[in-house]
């Protein structure tokens, strides 16, 4: 019966290239193969395990017209996996083929080009569509397929463990690839080239790229991947503070881009043997901490004669390798070629408006690279902690090494052809520990070579040690601070670090399981609150509110529900609490946050309103995927805004949250306390 229903289904009419589609897609639930004679209109797979081969048959959606009007999908599945598609050509549609929760798939040899496209689109989003659109979609593979003029050439959101090999995504015009919250998947050997949206004489290419990587985009592996003439070539961009880390870049090409061959605002990501030449820069790494960069070529960028856009180095000067406008702390540059770029080989540069008090490049390896015929070998700037060796230096034009201020503990070793590898070297210790509490770390090293080894530790709060197992550490003060350790062979170094929390000891008030004790104040907003055992740095839990349906209102959580807490205020002077978040929306979070307002009724508060979006900038990197800490003065001060009457009890508290668009939220709260 099933298979008599397939062949009913075949011999629906089919309609000429040219036609309008038929109003009916053709539903697939067993094995079919296509009459390649045949013009046919949508498809709509039912069932798994099933197998469709095209052999080359034609789905046409609109024979001719504006490809930005292009309406429908070719192929759709919803629910189902273990299905193969193969040999099958769909254009004249708003999306080719788009697979909604499923895994095991098979896509080979198909062609999705000429779908929707919109190469004179302005800035920002256009929507989810173009070539391929795999959601929620795990452990597929996309063998030899085409997906050119389009819009988006291949999009994976929410998918994990796929293999992308020897696909031809294009000439799209706006990404070739884009991953969002898609993680450990491999792309191999792809044509990712000309993710380009430019009108001539324009500068900017409005962010199309030819690879685009967001929000948890975690630990997938791209090698030998085409990803030149891009806007950008390879792009992971944090527009709502969640960070991508983990992924390998090996042996890509993302030469002539005309923004950024590679650009990143993500911390812990290796670059390996990869070509970035001939674009604006080579490598645009700000906000990019405990970043590799081993093996590159990063040569010929910011040329006059070739493309030069946003010159950010002193007169008009741009870079093979440049950390600007973001931290990067605890980095390693190392085998680097970067030959005849318009400025600096390499440039570590921190906080310029507060001449690095903010952040400066920090705890950093440069050794082993090749620096020729650039107006600076290395241009460094606000950065502390910095060790060179074995650098070849050749014809720069101004300087091998240029201090253009406020750089210190820089350690040259030198020169030494017998040492020609690094040791390795492990941090051992806590990531958190209480205020006073006497803290243990020690550096696990070894060198090939068998050669002694010196150590240099920054516990982050100015405390330096030279052992490889330091005395125990007591910090003063509750707060993130940056743990590193640099180990060297007498000519070569490697390092490690910590992200390391303090915590106070003051007794918590609603975040140590009292999940059933919090509300929320947003009628169009629901929210589920939980304690966290996994995801906590204070006691033996946190508090967890997920926010779904987010109704794009400022949300205030409140403690405790019964409005009878019975705090009193005499001795008080600040309230204090850590916060971590996910917030999906791009941009993030809106307007002031976090708002803190103690009650001792409705109507009689005390409001504490911070002066910005301390969400969105937070106060140090790696608040971003870690955790914020809240000192909230009661009395108010310059960075936080008093308004209220004194309070000598407070019965209840909301801390309140607003961001831009409405997706679902994730908060965590903990060691809430009055001190």
Known sequence: MRGFQIL???????????????????????????????????????????????????????????????????????????????????????????????????????NFSDNFHDPRFGWGENGSRGGILLERVDKSTLTKNKANRV????????????????????????????????????????????????????????????VLIESGSNDNRFVDNDCTHGG?????????????????????????????????????????????????????????????????????????????????????????????????????????????????????????????????????????????????????????????????????KLSDFHDAGNVTNVVDHGQNSDINTAPEVVLEGPSSAGVGEPVTFRAIARDKGRRPLTFRWNFGDGTVSTDAAPPAHQYSAPGFYRVGVTATNGLLSNLAWRDFYVVGKSVEAGTEGQSADWTWVDRQSKVKFSNDEETKIVGKSSLFAQVAPYGGFRLNLSYPASKRAGWSLADKTRLVFWFKGINENVPAWQDANPIVTLYESDDRFLKLTPQGDFLSQPPYNEAREGWTYFAVPLAGDQKWKREGPDLKVANFLSIGFDSWGAPPLRIWIDGLALE
């Open 151 to 210: 819009w988006n050439g291949c999009m994976l959101v929410d998918s994990n463990g796929n293999t992308l090999v020897e696909n031809d995504f294009s000439h799209a015009s706006n990404t070739c690839l884009k991953l969002w919250h898609s993680s450990s998947n491999i792309i191999r050997t792809n044509n990712l080239s000309y993710g380009l949206r430019i009108d001539p004489g324009e500068v900017h290419a409005r962010d199309s790229t030819s």
């Open 232 to 396: 950008d070539g390879i792009f992971i961009r944090v527009l709502n503070q969640w960070v991508s880390t983990g992924n390998v870049f090996e042996g890509n090409d993302c030469s002539y881009a005309n923004n950024n061959c590679v650009e990143a605002w993500s911390p812990r990501n290796t670059y390996i043997r990869n070509k970035a030449n001939h674009g604006s820069y080579g490598f645009w790494l700000g906000a990019s901490d405990q970043t590799v960069l081993k093996d590159n070529e990063a040569s010929y960028n910011g040329l006059p004669e070739g493309f030069h856009n946003s010159p950010h180095l002193p007169d008009g000067g741009h870079a093979g390798i440049v950390f600007m406008f973001g931290p990067s702390s605890h980095t390693r540059v190392e085998g680097n070629q970067c030959v005849g770029n318009n400025g600096a080989g390499i440039a570590l540069i921190g906080d310029l408006e507060t001449r690095g008090e903010k952040f400066k490049a920090y705890h950093w390896i440069v050794q082993q690279n090749r620096l020729t015929d650039n107006r600076w070998g290395i241009y460094a700037q606000h950065a502390d902690w910095i060790d060179l060796a074995a650098n070849t230096f050749t014809k720069n």
């Open 8 to 110: 009913m289904l075949l011999a629906l009419p089919v309609f000429a290239l040219g036609a309008q589609a038929p109003p009916v897609a053709l539903e697939i639930s067993g094995d079919v193969t296509l009459d390649p004679q045949k013009t046919y209109g949508a498809i709509v797979i039912k069932a798994s395990n099933v197998t469709i081969d095209g052999k080359g048959a034609w789905l046409v959606g609109a024979a001719q017209g504006n490809p930005k009007e292009f309406k429908g999908t070719a192929v759709s599945a919803i629910g189902v996996s273990n299905v193969t598609l193969k040999n099958v050509n769909a254009k004249g549609w708003e999306t080719g083929l788009k697979v909604v929760d499923g895994s095991g798939w098979r896509i080979e040899n198909c």
